[in-house]
């Protein structure tokens, strides 16, 4: 072997030992990164208190997590949120209305201000819940449906309305057969509202002279075109020389159904037409719908 192929197979022997070094080096020893650990975002999770338990089957909750009643009182829950590094987590409630509230749980109350907007829908509002550690944040939406408990209309003059009103009295003659021909009194809402299976309750003061003769009331509810929906009567004790009663009655709408007008009818007696139906005050003549009896 002369010299010059002794330089050479030196060159690639002292190459081939770096070279191995290298490689050894880059099998037991990672890269900087790979020694970093990584930080996951939290995992945020809303659980609710107060919602219903079994909603009404006229429900579609394929498009919500929970059911809720106006006005009930919800605690927003985010204790069942996780991070799978054990951080401490800080939570943030996004509420519909673009305010936020801070805590692992908070209550809030969802109204109504619209019931004819319903149109026999739930109202759905949309809440975020954000899950924050030091370095990073996850958030999830949370929709809740919210359904009325009741409806509480009032007779006032020709017309049913939302708010009591102050004072007044209406007058109702009674029929007596064919001595006199049959009279209602109507009261209609502005616009048609959809109700949904539900139990009703009527209450109506009654005022009268001693001499006039009332044998039995009757209401009735109608939709827009005039049918009637349902209608229900009672006796009145026809003899006792009463000068004012209150009556109570009830029914059931066993599915959903457009509500536009009542109607009063009274059967008996009078003399001068007094007798009253009272709307205002402590005595106000209503009609309420119960969405949590069915």
Known sequence: MNKKQIIITSSIVIFSIILSGCTSQNDTEPLIEDNVLQNHPPEPVVTIHGGIQNPPSYIDTSNMDAVAYAGDIITFDASNS??????VLSYKWIWDDYTDSTGEKVTRKFQINDVFSLQGLPLIYSITLVASDEKHSGLT???????????????????ITLDKPSSGKYQITATAGKLR??????YELDQ???????????????????????????ISL?????????????????????????????GVLTKREEFKSVEIQVQGFSFKNRINVLSGGEKSSQIEFDFTTL
């Open 222 to 250: 109608k939709d827009e075109e005039g049918n009637i929906i349902v209608t229900k009567d009672t006796k009145l004790q026809m003899f006792p020389l009463w000068k004012s009663k209150t009556v109570v009655l009830s």
């Open 82 to 87: 996780y991070d799978a590094d054990d951080d």
């Open 181 to 186: 021909e049959f009279q209602t009194l109507t």
């Open 192 to 218: 048609p509202l959809l109700i949904q299976q539900c139990t009703w309750n009527a209450t109506v003061y009654l005022e009268k002279s001693k001499l006039a003769v009332l044998n039995k009331i009757s």
């Open 141 to 159: 939406a949370y929709h809740l449906g919210i359904v009325p408990k009741k409806h509480t209309f009032y007779l006032d003059d020709s017309k």
